[in-house]
């Protein structure tokens, strides 16, 4: 077996392994013990970006969500002091809810990945390219990239103004 | 013996990172220790005191003159200090939370060392490379890494379960998040004049004489990014995370021993990898611009040439090392709110407006 092969499987598997350790851990019911298996999920994802060689996608995906939103998730679990949150049970309500969510998703994604098939796979390499990635977001995609660059602004200021006691 | 040979010869690539991640840690962790005995050698000196001069080894103490100097100057101390993290006891509190307490130090220390991986640290010897990982990406990995350091902190507050700890993570996460930005801005314009990510290039870009290093023609992205790399390493004027005035120790208040240590061990590494950051994008990385050192070693017999390369890298990293301890010592702390308000409403700006300039001349200089 090659290299990213082994690394896919490894990788595919942290995934899913710190993902399900976010929302249903049998040793810890902790908030921030989720939040840091999130991190966890989030690098991992990150190393199957890199298989993928999406170097960039990876590094910014760590820098952005692992690095940044993360910790202040972490920064805010951790001022709020959620005890609560520990001894909180499962209802059954949230239970039917989150299945059928989680199906009908299945539903729609299964197939389509199976329909896709199997690529070809890439050509092991050590680097990564940001020029293309750069062209292709400031000639072919620009619209939709000037649209979102516009709805971050918003958001943006959206919090600036919620977090404002009070407007002078 | 030919089977060895077979698979070094398949993996070589694979044993070549082994080897040179090896050789890497080897240099940096005696530097660590170094850097501390040097710290306080310098404070002593800027403080009007002696330091250290009191560790000498059975054998070699008694040696006449060579003996009493080394001694003298403290050679020895980071065995002692060394000997003592180990061998002082580990006190675990036992309101605090087992796992974090544990796993903190850890993640305070291993993205210290992982920055290292992308750093050009030498040109070639013989035919190899000399940098761990030549990525393309390798500035955005380094901000990744650099990013996940403030973990290690947060943690580390969160763990001990006690206030001072708790507003030492909760300020380090703030600090490090806000100077993040302004120091991810100041890079940028030395990756438009370069036009291109990967460090090497970057060092290529300035081995056209001493004027091609970046610092004459960026010397505010510099200036920023050098504060930004103090309130990054939480070093002094930017210490607000463990101020021991305000804070006792912050978030390293509960721990002892070797746990503290690491804490001591990955600042010191942090520092070494930011100042190693700086060389290559600022200040021309392992080039100098006399006596031809400033391309590639050949191949063939460029042995010595390849060796004096790494030995100029490191020289230039001990400079900006003894600045960072310097500074330490000349510069009062920064109140809180001064700190955030450098970082966002000075620093961001500025870096921004530096963006444009530096845009702005790149298109008047390549217009047709």
């Avoid at chain 1, 499962?90 to 329909?115: C, E, H, S, Y």
């Avoid at chain 1, 995609?141 to 977090?163: D, K, Q, R, T, Y």
């Avoid at chain 2, 030498?122 to 990013?147: C, P, Q, R």
């Avoid at chain 2, 006690?162 to 120091?183: C, N, T, V």
Wanted: with cysteine; hydrophobic share 55%; net charge neutral.
């Amino acid at each position: 077996m090659a290299y990213p092969d082994l690394f896919f499987y490894l990788f595919a598997a942290m995934t899913v392994l710190f993902g399900a350790l976010v929302v249903a851990n049998p040793f810890s019911r902790s908030p921030v013990t989720s939040a840091m298996f999130l991190v966890l999920t989030i690098l991992s994802l990150a190393g199957l970006y890199v298989l993928l060689h999406a170097f960039f996608i990876a590094a910014i995906q760590i820098i952005v969500y692992a690095g940044a939103v993360m910790v202040l998730f972490l920064f805010v679990i951790m001022l709020l002091d959620l005890r609560d949150e520990e001894k909180r049970r499962v209802k059954i309500f949230g239970l039917v809810t989150g299945l059928l969510a989680t199906g009908a998703l299945g539903v729609l994604l299964v197939p389509t990945l199976w329909q896709s098939g199997v690529g070809n796979g890439l050509n092991p390499t050590f680097e990564g390219d940001t020029k293309t990635l750069g062209r292709a977001l400031f000639s072919e995609h620009l619209l939709p990239f000037e649209i979102v660059s516009l709805l971050l602004l918003a958001a943006m200021v959206g919090a600036i103004l919620l977090s404002k006691k009070e407007l002078k | 013996m030919d089977s060895i040979m077979d698979f070094i010869y398949l993996h070589r690539e694979l044993v070549m990172g082994l080897v040179k991640i090896c050789a890497v840690l080897a240099v940096l962790l005696p530097m660590v220790a170094y850097s501390v005995l040097a710290e306080r050698k310098i404070s002593a000196f800027i403080q009007d005191r002696v330091g250290p001069n009191r560790v000498a080894l059975p054998l070699l103490g008694s040696v006449p003159v060579l003996g009493p100097f080394l001694t003298r100057l403290g050679i020895w101390q980071p065995l002692a200090d060394g000997l003592k993290s180990f061998l002082k006891e580990d006190f675990t509190p036992n309101y605090v939370r087992k796992a974090y307490f544990w796993l903190a130090p850890a993640i305070a220390l291993i993205p210290a060392f992982m920055t290292m991986a992308v750093i050009p640290f030498g040109s070639y010897i013989g035919t190899e490379k000399m940098v761990i990982a030549d990525l393309n990406v390798g500035i955005l990995y380094t901000f990744g890494i650099v990013s996940l350091g403030v973990y290690g902190l947060v943690l580390a507050g969160y763990a001990a379960n006690s206030k001072y700890p708790f507003l030492g993570g909760i300020r380090s996460s703030a600090q490090m998040i806000s100077y993040e930005i302004a120091m991810g801005m100041s890079v940028i314009p030395v990756f438009m004049l370069v036009g291109d990510l990967n460090l090497g290039k970057v060092i290529q870009h300035q081995s056209g004489g001493l004027f091609s290093w970046i610092i004459f023609q960026q010397p505010v992205a510099f200036f920023i990014f050098m504060v930004a790399a103090f309130a990054e390493t939480n070093r002094l004027p930017f210490d607000l995370p463990e101020s021991e005035t305000e804070l006792v120790g912050g978030y390293h208040t509960e721990y002892s021993s070797m746990k503290f240590a690491l804490f001591f061990m990955g600042e010191y590494s942090n520092m070494i990898a930011s100042s190693a950051m700086m060389v290559t994008l600022f200040l021309g990385g392992w080039t100098l611009p006399w006596f031809g050192l400033n391309a590639n070693a050949p191949a063939e017999g460029g042995l010595w040439i390849g060796i004096a390369h790494i030995g100029i890298f490191l020289a230039k990293v001990l400079v900006l090392m003894s600045i960072f301890i310097w500074v330490r010592w000349m510069l009062p702390r920064f109140r809180y709110d001064q700190l955030m308000d450098l970082g966002w409403r000075r620093f961001i700006p500025i870096a921004l407006a530096n963006i444009v300039i530096t845009a702005v001349i790149l298109y008047l200089k390549h217009a047709p």
